[in-house]
């Protein structure tokens, strides 16, 4: 299985107006970056994707073991992350807060301030944090651990969608 290509787009727009004597005056934010990945393992290049709708119960946690145990789509095991050039996070529950990080033991460290930090991820939020240049985050046997903790809240379910684009060295 080779990897081809990746990218990722990000786009914030704003609007914000107000009535004036003869006019209604404006001001629009428009900020985007779009990135494109190249097949490798250098600065804006991957050669790895992994994705997964994680299923996570209520005062629960899923761990993500990002060095081992993933598999591709097609059931193919995954090389082990070295970086990760790209991960999105999206909480599909519109009830539950869910956390990200702060696994108990070889948590992914880079991502954060240290092993203990979470990203709270609020009920229909998401996250996406890039790092595509040679400075990449970084994955190692002994920080290769992402957890997803879902507070007691609604009583079903949270799906959360998981995305990597990766290098393997």
Same mark, same amino acid.
């Given at each position: 299985m080779a990897f081809? =290509?990746? %990218?990722?787009?990000?786009?914030?727009?704003?609007? /914000?107006t107000n009535?004036g @004597?003869l006019?209604? &005056?404006r001001?629009?934010?428009n900020?985007s970056?779009a990135?494109?990945?190249?097949?490798?393992?250098? +600065?804006?290049?991957? *050669?790895?994707?992994?994705s997964d /709708?994680?299923?996570?119960? #209520?005062?629960?946690s899923s761990?993500?073991n990002?060095i081992?145990g993933?598999?591709d789509?097609?059931?193919? +095991?995954? #090389?082990?992350?070295?970086?990760?050039?790209?991960?999105?996070?999206r909480?599909?529950?519109?009830?539950?807060?869910?956390?990200v990080?702060? +696994?108990?033991?070889?948590a992914?460290?880079? /991502?954060?301030?240290?092993?203990? *930090?979470t990203l709270?991820?609020? &009920?229909?939020g998401?996250?996406? /944090?890039? #790092? &595509?240049?040679a400075? +990449?985050?970084?994955?190692? %046997? %002994?920080?290769?651990?992402? =957890?997803i903790?879902?507070?007691a809240?609604?009583?079903t379910?949270? @799906?959360?969608?998981?995305?990597i684009?990766?290098?393997t060295s």
């Amino acid at each position: 299985m080779a990897f081809s =290509r990746g %990218s990722f787009t990000v786009q914030l727009e704003g609007i /914000l107006t107000n009535a004036g @004597d003869l006019s209604t &005056p404006r001001s629009t934010v428009n900020v985007s970056q779009a990135q494109e990945l190249a097949s490798g393992t250098g +600065a804006n290049q991957a *050669d790895g994707v992994w994705s997964d /709708l994680i299923s996570v119960g #209520a005062g629960s946690s899923s761990d993500i073991n990002l060095i081992g145990g993933l598999t591709d789509p097609f059931g193919n +095991a995954i #090389a082990a992350m070295a970086e990760i050039a790209a991960i999105y996070v999206r909480n599909q529950d519109t009830l539950t807060a869910i956390e990200v990080g702060g +696994a108990v033991s070889n948590a992914v460290a880079s /991502l954060f301030g240290n092993t203990s *930090d979470t990203l709270v991820i609020p &009920p229909g939020g998401l996250a996406l /944090l890039a #790092a &595509p240049g040679a400075s +990449a985050y970084s994955i190692t %046997s %002994s920080t290769d651990v992402l =957890r997803i903790t879902r507070a007691a809240g609604s009583p079903t379910d949270t @799906d959360v969608e998981v995305g990597i684009i990766f290098r393997t060295s």
